[in-house]
């Protein structure tokens, strides 16, 4: 069974970086597409980022396009997102999820089957 678990939530100013890491057990890390979601009470969760299992293709959400790298290294099993120029609607719980590598849509939140815990930021103003 697959197992995630975020850290590096925190509070950030805006303006400031964050880093968020995910640490992925259970299977064999690159048979999978990662992503990372995000969500705020009330609205539905929504997706930031996106890499395929070799690392060579990865999807913005353009929310967050130009401030946002999301990075994998399969000899660690982890998944980061370094956010830059943070900003108070950044503030979310961030999830990171794990779904088959041969998902077609990796924008899509029902294309993956494994969820972290969720990890907090909130970015003050």
């Known amino acids: 069974q697959v197992q995630l678990v975020e850290s590096g939530g925190g509070l950030v100013q805006a303006g400031d970086s964050l880093r968020l890491s995910c640490a992925f057990s259970?299977?064999?890390?690159?048979?999978?597409?990662m992503g990372w979601f995000r969500q705020t009470p009330g609205k539905e969760r929504e997706f930031v980022a996106a890499?395929?299992?070799?690392?060579?293709?990865?999807l913005y959400a353009d929310s967050v396009k130009g401030r946002a790298t999301i990075r994998r290294d399969n000899a660690k099993n982890t998944v980061t997102l370094q956010m830059n120029s943070a900003k108070p609607e950044d503030t979310a719980v961030y999830y990171c999820?794990?779904?088959?590598?041969?998902?077609?849509?990796?924008?899509?939140?029902?294309?993956?089957?494994?969820w972290g815990q969720g990890t907090q930021v909130t970015v003050s103003s």
């Open positions: 259970g299977r064999t890390f690159s048979g999978y597409v």
């Open positions: 999820a794990a779904g088959s590598g041969t998902m077609l849509i990796m924008s899509t939140l029902r294309n993956y089957q494994y």
């Open positions: 890499i395929r299992g070799s690392g060579g293709f990865t």
